[in-house]
């Protein structure tokens, strides 16, 4: 019941649909169960609440016995870059000691491709009486990778907006998917082989990934050269074939910072520009720090303040944000840092620990300030006026003050 299937659980239960949403947190389901969501997220409390009170949606801590079941668990990578499969696994066999004949079983994390097969093997091992299918068999459930396509900020309207890929292990699950999801995406639905859903999610990622290196790889050019890189972006985009985005201070989420190596480690030597890309982008955030160092070596105990924790923009999603790796990093010199992040009410644990870290208000941190560290282009940062800058080391790492 995280950032994709609380939102999708909520949307199908909004449909009249029966739908029980599993979680291993017991805090996190018992919030559910109130009617409550444990992040946050434009016009998901309504959904949820309402699927609540309608008895449409529960939440509980095992899965039960139903006719669908949608697998939405993280898959982040081990110290090789390879997925790490664990969480996929662990509800895969959780599912499996309640499955029953004719069941469908969707996978929606972003996995390696090979992995739905991988579930009908751990259904198996835990079901010896249920035949999975195959390319040319149908078998005794079915089984599909149906990829999220998602925003964060925008998730409740795309889920229902949002065109969708849907793999079938065979033909038949990859229709018995598109019953499933035809009763809440109007979008279009797309059937084909569960291995080329699996790519196709994997290949977003890694476009998006490829597109934001060389937007970050030409800011670090930019400073060599003097001149500003959102400006020299912006006149470069006049062109009417070219369309570059903005640079930042790094990739973060679930989603970017991760999936390319899904594919880079299957594929060793013949994924050069895609691993290159992800050199640049993860080195975006000791390029800020370098900066930042070179001003306060020698100084006095200077005040920073550090504007943005989340990934992007107005969410409160931290997972692997560059922004958090950034301040972490700065703890360590000589300065007092005062964060601001609007989406939060505390300090994320990798911080909480640093004595000179704590979390503040926009008008506190910048009004004490020596130096004032933009690293996420939230829209309450928009309202900062030049005044309140004007006696301050600026570094707009996502160019939101550009003037």
């Known amino acids: 019941m995280g950032y994709i299937g609380l939102p999708t659980a909520a949307t199908i239960a909004s449909r009249n649909v029966?739908?029980?949403g599993v979680d291993v947190n017991q805090a996190v389901v018992d919030k559910l169960n109130q009617g409550l969501a444990h992040f946050s997220e434009p016009d998901l409390d309504a959904l949820l609440a309402d699927a609540v009170a309608s008895k449409k949606l529960c939440a509980a801590i095992e899965p039960a016995q139903a006719d669908a079941f949608i697998i939405a668990v993280p898959t982040p990578f081990l110290s090789d870059?390879?997925?790490?499969?664990?969480?996929v696994e662990a509800a895969t066999r959780a599912i499996a000691r309640v499955l029953k004949s004719g069941d469908l079983v969707i996978l929606e994390s972003t996995s390696p491709v090979g992995t739905t097969a991988k579930i009908c093997g751990w259904i198996e091992d835990e079901r010896p009486d249920l035949v999975a299918p195959t390319e040319d068999k149908c078998g005794d459930f079915h089984a599909a990778y149906c990829p999220e396509r998602i925003l964060p900020g925008q998730m409740v309207a795309e889920l229902v907006q949002n065109d969708r890929i849907l793999g079938g292990i065979n033909a038949a699950?990859?229709?018995r998917a598109a019953e499933l999801y035809s009763l809440f995406v109007e979008g279009t639905l797309y059937q084909t082989r569960a291995p080329v859903a699996e790519a196709v999610k994997l290949v977003e990622n890694a476009y998006r990934d490829v597109n934001i290196a060389f937007a970050n790889e030409l800011s670090v050019?930019?400073?060599?050269?003097?001149i500003d890189p959102f400006e020299t972006i912006a006149l470069a985009n006049r062109h009417p074939r070219v369309n570059i985005l903005n640079p930042g201070p790094g990739v973060g989420g679930h989603c970017i910072a991760v999936d390319p190596w899904f594919l880079i480690s299957a594929h060793p030597g013949k994924s050069r520009l895609m691993e290159s890309a992800r050199i640049v982008n993860d080195g975006m955030p000791a390029f800020w720090l370098d900066q930042l160092r070179e001003r306060l070596n020698g100084q006095e105990r200077l005040k920073v303040a550090c504007l943005g924790l989340a990934y992007k923009?107005?969410?409160d999603d931290l997972r692997e944000s560059p922004a958090i790796q950034i301040v972490d990093q700065l703890a360590g010199e000589n300065a007092e840092l005062a964060v601001v992040e609007p989406h939060i009410d505390a300090l994320p644990s990798a911080l909480g620990s640093q004595k000179n870290v704590s979390l503040s208000d926009l008008d506190t941190a910048l009004a004490d300030a020596d130096i004032v560290?933009?690293?996420?282009?939230h829209t309450a940062f928009k309202a900062v006026t030049a005044a309140a800058l004007a006696d301050k080391l600026v570094f707009d790492t996502v160019g939101l003050w550009r003037r």
Do not use: E, N
């Open 18 to 20: 029966d739908v029980l």
């Open 81 to 87: 870059k390879t997925a790490d499969l664990k969480y």
């Open 173 to 175: 699950c990859a229709a």
């Open 221 to 226: 050019m930019c400073k060599d050269l003097g």
């Open 313 to 315: 923009p107005d969410v």
């Open 373 to 377: 560290l933009l690293l996420v282009g």
